[in-house]
């Protein structure tokens, strides 16, 4: 018999399976005990590249500043401040612009 783990939340000792997951029964917590899956999230770019903060990445379409006349042009290079788990996964500064959030899905690694 396997050992089953105790609660990460409330460190309960009367964590039970069910199915792929662990379950808590005194704080509800569920989780996964496999390590194949995590909660962390993986940043990609339109090709597939896999993105960290301080890369450099190529705008691959005219992009529309909200709230000005400004466009961020096609294959302006941007390095990555900072990756966010927002909407917008990319806090960046694009020179003539300024501070400015892009998605992932348009830019790639360059």
């Known amino acids: 018999m ?5 609660c990460p ?10 199915g792929a997951l662990l379950v808590c029964p005194e704080c509800a917590h569920e989780w996964s005990n496999n390590p194949e899956f ?3 999230r993986v ?4 090709n597939g590249n ?10 691959i379409k005219d992009l529309k500043v909200k709230g000005t006349s400004k466009v961020a042009k096609v294959g302006t ?4 401040q900072r990756l966010i788990d927002e909407d917008h996964d990319i806090d960046c500064k694009i020179d003539g612009i300024g ?7 348009f830019v790639k690694k360059a």
């Open 2 to 6: 396997s050992e089953i783990p105790p």
């Open 50 to 59: 896999l993105l960290e903060e301080g890369d450099w990445v190529t705008i």
């Open 77 to 80: 290079k941007v390095r990555i």
């Open 43 to 46: 940043y990609k770019d339109a």
């Open 38 to 40: 995590t909660n962390e």
């Open 99 to 105: 501070a400015m959030k892009l998605k992932t899905q």
């Open 9 to 18: 939340q409330c460190a309960s000792e009367y964590t039970y399976e069910d």
